[in-house]
Structures are given as C-alpha cells and as structure tokens.
C-alpha cells in the first residue's frame, strides 16, 4: 500500500538578507561558468563573454585550437594553389596541353573551392569543429597524392589532371569551416583579431606553396623526374594536422548553425553589393596569385628564376607574399579612416596598377612588370581587408528587424568569402580566353582595369552616399 505524506513539499530556502542573495548569485554565475569536457573532445556550456570563463580555461582553450585551425587552414590554402605552380612545369615534363587547357587546370581548384565554401560553412555546427577539421585536412591528401600520381606520366589524359585538380578546391573550402569555428571560440571583442590570424595565417600558403614547389621540383634531378614532389612533400604536414587537430582541438556544442540569419542574408541587397566588391579585392589576390606563374613565364620565357645550387627559385611567391602581408593593415586602415574611403583607394591603385602593366609591356622590362604586379597585389591585400572590415557596420545599419544585425553580419561573411572566391576561376578564365583568342594578354587586363574603375564607381555611389546620408563612417 502506498502512504502519501500529507505534509507539504519542502521549497528551498531563500535568500533573505542582500549578502545572502549575492552569494546566491555568485553560485550560480560560478556554476555557469563551469566548462563540461564530455567523450570525444567535447565541451558544453562554452561561453567566451563569460569573464570567469574566459579567464579561468576558456581563452588557453580558444588559443590552443586557433593555432591548429591556421596551421590546417594554411595546408588548405598550399595544396588550393599547387596547380597554379605545377602547370608552367607540364610543358617541360612531356605534357602537351592547350593554352586553353592549362588555365582550366589553375582556375578548376578556385571554382571547386569557391562553390564548397557555403556547405563548408555549415560543417563545424553539424560535426564539430575538431571533427571536421580531421576531415577537411585528411581530404587534402586526395589531392596531393592525386597529383602526385598523375604528373609522373606525360599520358595522363587532361580529364584526369582537370579531375585531380578539381579535389584541389578541397583546400579552398576550408576557409570557411576554420573561420566558422574560430569565430566560436572567442569573445566579440576579441573575435576580429583572432579572425584576422587566421585567414592570414591561410593567406601565407599560397606564398609558402608558389616559393617552395619550384624549388623541390628542381633540386637535384631534372624537374620531370621531381615534379611528383609537388603533391608529396605536404603528406606528411597535413598527416600533423589531421593528428593534432585530434589530439589538442575540440569540438563546442554551444556552434549553432544559423541558417535562418544565412536565408535573410541573402534577401539584403548589400549582401550581393558587397559581394561584388570582394570579388574585386579578394578575387583578384587569389585570382592573380594563381595565374601569376603562368604569367611570368610567358612574359619572359628567359627569366627561369634565380638559382641557388641546383634549385630554382622562382619570383611568383611574391605576388601572393605581398597581398597577404598587405591585409591586415586594410582593416587596420578602415577602423581608422572608414572602409569605404580604404576601399575606393584600393581600387583606385588597383586600376592604375593594371593600366601601368599594360602601358609598360611592350618595354620588355621584368622589374618594372614585377614591381607593377607587387603594387595591385598591395593594392588588392589592402582592399581585402578593408570590404571585410564595411560588413558588419554596413548590416547594423541596415538591418531591417527580425533577424538581428550581428546574426546577419556574421552569416553574410561567410556568403561574402564564399562569392568573392569566384574571382580565382573568372581572372585565369578571361586571361586565358584573351591569350587564345588574341595571342595576348593585354585585352584581358584592359578588361580588368575597367572592371576596377567599374567597382570604385559602385563603392562610391553607395557606400559614401549611404555614408553621408546616415552620418556614419563607413
């Protein structure tokens, strides 16, 4: 027989004095506070603005998976560009390959890369940020192998080599899962320069990738025989990645995916504005920095490099070297003087770099065609940053209730990075089409230039006007 007691149930006990409320509070901000580490590198209860927090565990944690993330994000960004040095390599290796033909082979892993960046994004809330980051960099060896296989046959078919450097887009796709997840990590206040470190950090890749391959290709032996290490050297160092990131990152199951805040993105109107303008900053340093071997070699056939030893080094890294380098310093440069103002100088050089190559061609000179080239990629770096830098103070004027400006902000860089990406495939693609319908290139840089006078008009006529009309620096 079950007995009910009949007295009442007991309520805890409340605070009746100032002092005993306090500590109350203090219990349980302490007990929100406490990091809860689950099976397979898991944690709950994350929250970087919680002070104690942050202070207590969470910032060694944010800095310990940072420093994983931009080493796999650089390896992303090293085998995303191999193709863009290996191809001027081909001709010399027994490949016969159409003009045609070798600029789908340096804008494939750019179209394939820009396209995975959306799903890409959504990947870190899905599996986790050291889950997928094991994966994202245990598929690059897809490609550096593939690569590896397919030059050390002159008979390997064009579709198979176009196929191989497809999966070479892999590397570029990993941008957007490793800023997602680091964007996780850290507190509003320190998020921008934590994000900074790590697209510089990929950003350097392309530079190591077009100044270390040439020289393992030719040390030591003929470069047919070396080309395969190319793809191979990297094995190893994304094998560290894929270890460490098991080992030392972890995974939060307080990552979202914002999907709704990614849908009403899409329906703002700076969104696709603002897109356009990084495809002219972003796009081009990733669109020139992959084409910017070809370039040099069809420019001055005569100019091999510099040799050291046995080993060639090529000049090509420094396109890519300098865009990087240059990228902090145009969101530095917008948080002084405004984006916009950043922005439309960016374009401004970028354009007269342009119309400096053209109009300085036909001298045949290779340090004034170099020097020109260094100044866009400048140019480009800075304006990199500085269109980033214009999103979220562009959204929280522009937000338009429902969905939150910050929410909105944060899912438009990623669709932003995602579109902008596109400009690796569009620069190869046109230089192609202008070299083999024109025997030149100068058609398509007279494109170019246009284009930048096209989106310094745009970036003015909307961003100083909305500028002005709101009273806010841009």
């Given at each position: 027989m079950t007995v009910t007691d009949p007295r009442p149930e007991a309520t805890p006990a409340q605070p009746t004095t100032r002092a005993e409320a306090a500590s109350t509070e203090a219990a349980s901000t302490e007990a929100s506070a406490q990091l809860v580490h689950r099976p397979g590198r898991w944690i709950d209860n994350w929250n970087p603005e919680n002070a104690t927090q942050w202070a207590k565990e969470g910032k060694a944690i944010a800095s310990r998976n940072l420093r994983w993330s931009i080493f796999a994000e650089f390896l992303g960004f090293v085998v995303w560009q191999l193709w863009s040095v290996?191809?001027?390599?081909?001709?010399?290796?027994?490949?016969?390959?159409?003009?045609?033909?070798?600029?789908?082979?340096i804008s494939m892993p750019s179209l394939v890369g820009a396209t995975l960046r959306i799903p890409y994004t959504f990947m870190v809330p899905r599996f986790g940020g050291r889950n997928w980051t094991i994966v994202s960099a245990g598929l690059l060896l897809i490609p550096s192998i593939g690569l590896a296989v397919a030059v050390s046959n002159p008979q390997t078919?064009?579709?198979?080599?176009?196929?191989?450097?497809?999966?070479?887009?892999?590397?570029?796709?990993n941008f957007a899962s490793s800023m997602s997840?680091?964007?996780?990590?850290?507190?509003?206040?320190?998020?921008?320069?934590?994000?900074?470190?790590n697209a510089a950090g990929g950003n350097l890749g392309a530079s190591v990738a077009q100044f270390v391959v040439p020289i393992v290709i030719t040390v030591g032996a003929a470069a047919t025989l070396n080309l395969p290490l190319a793809g191979l050297i990297w094995v190893p160092l994304i094998l560290v990645a894929m270890v460490g990131a098991y080992l030392r990152m972890d995974n939060l199951s307080a990552a979202k995916a914002d999907i709704t805040a990614s849908l009403a993105a899409l329906?703002?109107?700076?969104?696709?504005?603002?897109?356009?303008?990084?495809?002219?900053?972003?796009?081009?340093?990733?669109?020139?920095?992959?084409?910017?071997?070809?370039?040099?070699a069809d420019t001055f056939p005569d100019f091999k490099g510099i040799a050291i030893g046995t080993a060639t080094v090529t000049l090509a890294f420094l396109g890519a070297l300098v865009g990087s380098l240059a990228r902090p310093y145009g969101g530095k440069l917008a948080d002084r003087f405004g984006g916009t103002v950043i922005t439309i100088g960016a374009f401004t050089v970028m354009g007269l770099g342009i119309l400096s190559v053209i109009l300085t061609l036909p001298m045949q000179n290779f340090a004034i065609f170099l020097l020109c080239f260094l100044v866009l990629f400048a140019a480009a770096g800075i304006g990199n940053g500085s269109t980033y830098r214009m999103i979220?103070?562009?959204?929280?004027?522009?937000?338009?209730?429902?969905?939150?400006?910050?929410?909105?902000?944060a899912a438009a860089l990623g669709l932003i990075s995602a579109i902008g990406a596109y400009g690796g495939f569009f620069i190869p693609q046109l230089l192609g089409f202008s070299k083999t319908t024109f025997g030149s290139y100068t058609p398509a840089l007279g494109w170019f230039a246009l284009a930048y006078v096209a989106f310094l008009a745009l970036t003015a006529g909307v961003y100083l006007r909305l500028s002005k009309k709101t009273g806010t620096r841009i």
């Open positions: 290996v191809v001027v390599s081909l001709p010399a290796a027994g490949f016969q390959l159409s003009t045609g033909e070798i600029f789908w082979l078919p064009f579709g198979l080599l176009l196929l191989i450097a497809a999966f070479a887009g892999f590397g570029g796709g997840n680091i964007t996780f990590f850290y507190p509003a206040a320190q998020k921008g320069y934590a994000l900074g470190l329906k703002e109107p700076h969104m696709w504005v603002l897109s356009l303008l990084y495809i002219g900053t972003f796009g081009s340093f990733i669109g020139f920095a992959g084409v910017f071997p070809k370039l040099l979220p103070t562009i959204f929280a004027l522009k937000a338009n209730g429902g969905i939150g400006a910050q929410r909105k902000a």
